[in-house]
């Protein structure tokens, strides 16, 4: 190579690009330790004779402790800084997802509650790092790292199940580690450990004391709750409410996941951007309310609405992960910000899919469920109108 291929090859592998690139495979390991178990459930209960309650669990529970764990986040990176945290949970999950299939199902639940914890410091810190290493560059890193969860999500749901067939659940779910040791390899390679100054504290009400912090935690909340459960009923609702097969039905909800890819690339880089903030999160959040209308009023549009409740579920995503980077003061603001957002979050994201479930079968009708989806996507419209504000959180 040439002195100058060499330079141009220098001046294009930057710090910050690298540091781009490990943001991106640490979003591939948020989400892809759970569709994998997922898209493998029949084998692993057919194996290990698990109960639909139990089953049901492995889906549930990580979710779960996303909430519990958020809160505990703080204090690790308190103790031990933003980049060892991170490194230490991506090989927490590579070691929990290759220990997990080797037993019975008590282990089973056991590593994937650990997962989860472990998953939670990349879901509390990623929009930290985005603040402080790509504070003039907020809005593309934030539409980087949520695409990138989606897409790891995406890529182990489609791929574990050719696997499994070639070698067994237990090493199709477990060969995924690979990905998070990368990821933890390419993070502890990089110089990007911050400063003493900012890793203090810095003066200011915490988030659980400020009304607005409430705001975007009920934002949050609601786009968690309504994508949890719909992830978790439509393939269930549409066969009876759009009358149509199980397969296709199974398309749908597929399309929904996959729309959202646009959605998390597209929301947040504008609302880096535009000064309307507040309507276009409002906007964001109401294909959610047409999604539930839709599927309510005209049933037979299910293709049509599963479309715009997808990019609304991406969307809404990314601009509350956004948020957080934007609105917060400083880097420490948004890692409390964030655990806090995601504590009200997620706890909410548990217990959607068992409340959407028990209106169904109090009613034995899916129309309670959907009116109960509507009435959260109205509160999402209202709370992200005010929860775009470009007013600071301190």
Known sequence: ???????????????????????????LNLRGPITSLAAVLPDIRSDLGLSATTAGLLTSLPVLCFALGAPLVVGLTRRFGVDRTIVASLLAIALFLVVRPWGGGGLLL????????????????LPVVVRRDFADRQGPMVAFSTSSLTAGAAITAALTVPLAILTGWRFATAAWAVFAVVAAIAWA?????????????????????QPGAWVLALYFAMQSGLYY???????????????????TAGTSASVFQLVGIAGTLVGPVLAARVRARRLLTAVVASCWLVFCLGLLLAPTAYLLWSVIGGFGQGGGFAIGIALLALRAANVDAVRQLSAMVQTVGYTVGAAAPVVAG???????????????????????????AVAGSHHTLR
């Open 1 to 27: 190579m040439t002195a100058d291929g060499a330079g141009q090859r220098r001046a294009f592998v930057t710090p910050r690009r690298l540091l781009a690139l490990a943001i991106v495979l640490v979003g």
């Open 358 to 384: 028990a209106a169904f079968g109090a009613t034995g009708q899916w129309t309670a469920t959907l009116l109960l989806f509507a009435g959260m996507a109205v509160l999402m419209v209202v709370s992200g």
């Open 189 to 209: 390679r990089l110089p990007h450990e911050p400063t003493t100054a900012q890793l203090e504290p810095a003066p200011g009400r915490r988030p659980w004391a």
């Open 229 to 247: 459960a719909t992830t978790a009923w439509l393939p269930s609702l549409l066969p009876e409410v759009a009358h149509v097969d199980a397969a």
């Open 110 to 125: 056991a590593g994937t509650a650990l997962i989860g914890l472990a998953i939670t410091a990349g879901n509390v810190l």
